[in-house]
Each structure stands twice: as C-alpha cells, then as structure tokens.
Nanobody, 124 residues
Framework: QMRLVESGGGSVQSGGSLRLSCAAS????????MGWFRQAPGKEREGVAA???????LYGASVKGRFTVSRDTAKNTLYLQMNSLKPEDTAMYYC??????????????????WGQGTQVTVSS
C-alpha cells in the first residue's frame, strides 16, 4: 500500500514562504498525477496544484503566480514552494497521488492515495 508523508508545514507571517514536501513510500510513474490540496475549517477541500511528467502542471486560481509545484521522481518526492503567503492560505495541506482514469487532476475525489496532512498557518 502506497504511503504519502507530508512535511514542512508551520506558522509564518503574511508575505512569508514555506516549502512543503511529500515523500512516497514507493515508485510513482511520471505519467501519474501528483497533487497538493488544502482544506480550511468549514470549507471544502481545494485543489492547489498538480503535476504530471515535468511540465504538465496545473494550479488553482488562488495560488497561481505564488506557488510552485515540482517533483523529483528519483526520490519519489513532491514539493510545493509557497511564496507571498496570505492569511487565507491557512489550511491543512494534503498530498495526493495517482488519479483514476478520466479524473480531473485538481479534483480531490479522483485520487487514490493521500497523506495525513501538514498544517500551514499564516498570520497577518
């Protein structure tokens, strides 16, 4: 069973940066989507970014231009560089991997594997 473990969350002031990592316990093919999602209390889980291969990348509208997703296939690791953080970025951030056929990469219901989440808190 594939396990995903996120790290790198924490507390930061508005305008600051954080880098999240997601380590997979096994090999995930380049042609499988991996993504980042977030969920704030009382809100639905939101697609933040997703990547397949090295240059097939999607971002949610609220993070485009501020966040950068990347993956290191050799290390089975997914990253999310978050810059210019805002209080509204505060949420639990989850890593996900491998979508079912036909699923949209920024829709959470299409993913087979999930991490336990890492908390990001941005103060004003």
């Amino acid at each position: 069973q594939m396990r995903l473990v996120e790290s790198g969350g924490g507390s930061v002031q508005s305008g600051g940066s954080l880098r999240l990592s997601c380590a997979a316990s096994g090999y995930i093919s380049n042609n499988s989507w991996m993504g980042w999602f977030r969920q704030a209390p009382g809100k639905e889980r939101e697609g933040v970014a997703a990547v397949r291969f090295f240059n097939d990348i999607l971002y949610g509208a609220s993070v485009k231009g501020r966040f950068t997703v990347s993956r290191d296939t050799a290390k089975n690791t997914l990253y999310l560089q978050m810059n210019s953080l805002k209080p509204e970025d505060t949420a639990m951030y989850y890593c996900a991997a491998v979508t079912t056929k036909g699923a949209q990469p920024l829709t959470w219901s299409g993913y087979s594997y999930w991490g336990q989440g890492t908390q990001v808190t941005v103060s004003s």
